[in-house]
């Protein structure tokens, strides 16, 4: 079981793509487990409070990049496989999007922080947050205690806090790596399974299982792939 933050560092960093809850429609797995050892979510727990802290040190350490970048859902990626991760499916922001400007203008900043610099409202705010993060256009930076008990996260831009590099792998090579990666771990998938996971559509899944796979078709006249 996973106790200190370093150890849970350790473990992404080893399975590359995690989610932080499990989710039972996406075939990764998830750093609650690994703390836990529970499948379902138990917030009276003293491992609940080991990990709503830790979830949030990853990041603020420079150690596990944390933001909603696989399935819409908040998730740990290790910080060597971002370039890959970006470079199949990053997407550029809309031109002067307000929150990008003030961010990268700023620093990394909170909700309320960008609200106050944006002028916008919080459902605005909130939403272009959640969109920037599944472009892998923020991400989770590190947690500022004053004026909340709980805490606000701040966020910040993915490629600055991680030092991107200006050259990434070309896309479709990424693409093949992440889901021979996922398939390592699932043992076998559906398009829908590792479309599922990066938001990919389904057509495009199929092609990139086609190229590292082999396909068969189940009873159920489903197609499923599995290691070569």
Do not use: Y
């Not at 080893?14 to 609650?32: E, Q």
């Not at 970006?86 to 400007?101: M, R, S």
């Not at 605005?124 to 947050?129: A, H, L, P």
């Amino acid at each position: 079981m996973i106790r200190t933050v370093p150890q849970a560092a350790k473990w992404v960093d080893k399975v590359g793509l995690a989610l932080l809850f499990p989710k039972a429609d996406i075939v990764l797995p998830s750093l609650w487990e690994q703390v836990s050892g529970l499948q379902v979510t138990d917030w009276d727990t003293e491992e609940m409070n080991f990990f709503w802290w830790a979830k949030d040190e990853l990041p603020a350490r420079g150690l596990t990049c944390v933001g909603k970048h696989l399935a819409r859902h908040v998730s740990c990626v290790a910080p060597h496989l971002l370039p890959t991760l970006v470079a199949a499916n990053g997407e550029l922001p809309e031109d002067h999007d307000p929150v990008v400007e003030a961010i990268r203008r700023v620093g990394p900043m909170t909700g309320p922080e960008l609200r106050d610099a944006t002028g916008l409202a919080k459902k605005e705010v909130d939403r272009s947050i959640a969109s920037l993060h599944h472009q892998l256009v923020l991400t989770n930076s590190h947690l500022v205690h004053e004026g909340s008990t709980w805490g606000t996260l701040a966020h910040d831009l993915l490629a600055r806090k991680w030092k991107l590099p200006k050259r990434l792998p070309e896309r479709d090579a990424a693409r093949r790596e992440l889901a021979a990666l996922v398939l390592r771990h699932a043992g076998e998938l559906t398009a829908a399974d590792l479309g599922g996971a990066f938001g990919w559509r389904r057509k495009e899944a199929a092609a990139v299982l086609d190229e590292i796979a082999d396909g068969h078709d189940d009873p159920g006249g489903f197609r499923i792939w599995a290691q070569r």
